[in-house]
């Protein structure tokens, strides 16, 4: 009998061999045969394997493309350097570090179903990924802020919403998020084997109290979405009765001033990024919902990876109703950036934001 266990021992422990098995009707391969608490590893059929792979990488390689042709174009192009799109610029930062980082880690997760990186880097994951959504969300915020201001008080904005301002928020934003990230992660219990005898080894998770699921709640979630769907609405109110008082002077052929012209182009940049928002929110809030009360693991797959191609929607919104991004986009991708006084072009028409 001690025979037999020894020899059942060295099975499981991958003492004689490089895969653990189990000897019965199905074949059980562990993430790390050598560690008697591995997790089992999940099979897949090398179609999909390979069609998996293939269209994660394209969708990560279009992620990463389209939004750094629109950090690009912001950045060099000294005409787009104003408050709205340095929010815009951040989104697209958040955006460009999801298919950079956070799409090629959780395809390996999600094919391999283990996780091979080791303690250390599953905590900086995970403070990564917290920042990275969190800080998206208060980007969210910032452009309902910055549009309510730009319709609802426009003698107000160029005294308060500056391009000095805005970064200054953004970036508050960003170490905010990254201390709230950080903390917790730290202060909750992480997948660590030598604490955790009933989670298997292999696997990067967080195991959040329910003090901090109630915190977490409220910081990214309900606050963000209520904030967000309550500026926009007062937005759209505002830019309804403004479009039809301008309308109205146009009808009995009246003075239009430049400042009426000023209100419809913030009501139309208004509407362009309030469908940015719609989209992630209506890709976030299924999510977020189902995470807290679905239990199966594919639904909850599935609509993560709603969330990461939202990232590579964003450029796209751009490029339908933002004429200066089909521009610059051009100017970037012929190498005409790299002429002398090509930052200071000006890709406005008298009608565009």
Not at 23 to 35: G, H, M
Request: neutral net charge; charged residues 10%.
């Amino acid at each position: 009998m001690k025979g037999q266990k020894g020899e059942q021992n060295k099975l499981l422990t991958g003492g004689d061999s490089l895969m653990a098995y189990e000897t019965e009707d199905l074949e059980t391969q562990y993430c790390f045969p050598d560690i008697n608490s591995s997790c089992v590893k999940e099979q897949h059929s090398s179609h999909g394997y390979i069609i998996t792979y293939l269209f994660i990488s394209l969708l990560s390689a279009w992620t990463v493309f389209l939004n750094l042709l629109v950090i690009i174009s912001i950045s060099h192009f000294k005409k787009l350097h104003t408050p709205t799109n340095m929010i815009i610029l951040s989104l697209a930062v958040a955006d460009m570090l999801i298919g950079l980082i956070v799409m090629p880690v959780e395809a390996v997760i999600l094919i391999e179903t283990c996780w091979y990186f080791g303690n250390t880097f599953c905590v900086l994951y995970l403070i990564l990924i917290g920042l990275i959504f969190s800080a998206s969300l208060s980007n969210l915020v910032l452009i309902a802020v910055d549009r309510y201001v730009a319709v609802c008080h426009p003698l107000l904005y160029p005294q308060k919403i500056t391009i000095t301002n805005m970064l200054l928020t953004i970036c508050l934003c960003w170490v905010c998020f990254s201390a709230y990230s950080t903390a917790l992660v730290i202060n909750n219990e992480y997948f660590d084997s030598s604490q955790k005898t009933d989670v298997c080894y292999g696997r990067c998770l967080i195991m959040m109290s329910f003090s901090w699921i109630v915190i977490d709640l409220f910081m990214c979630f309900i606050f963000p979405c209520i904030t967000i769907i309550t500026l926009y609405l007062k937005i759209f109110h505002a830019a309804h009765q403004q479009v039809k008082v301008i309308n109205s002077l146009i009808k009995h052929d009246k003075c239009v001033t430049e400042g009426s012209v000023k209100r419809k182009s913030e009501s139309k940049a208004a509407l362009t990024l309030g469908i940015v928002v719609s989209i992630y929110l209506l890709c976030y809030i299924p999510y977020y919902i189902c995470s807290l009360s679905v239990n199966s693991s594919t639904t909850i797959n599935v609509l993560i990876w709603v969330v990461y191609a939202n990232s590579g929607v964003n450029p796209l919104v751009y490029a339908l109703f933002y004429p200066w991004f089909k521009k610059t986009a051009k100017l970037i991708l012929t190498l005409k950036i790299c002429q002398s006084a090509s930052s200071l072009i000006n890709m406005f028409t008298e009608n565009e934001l």
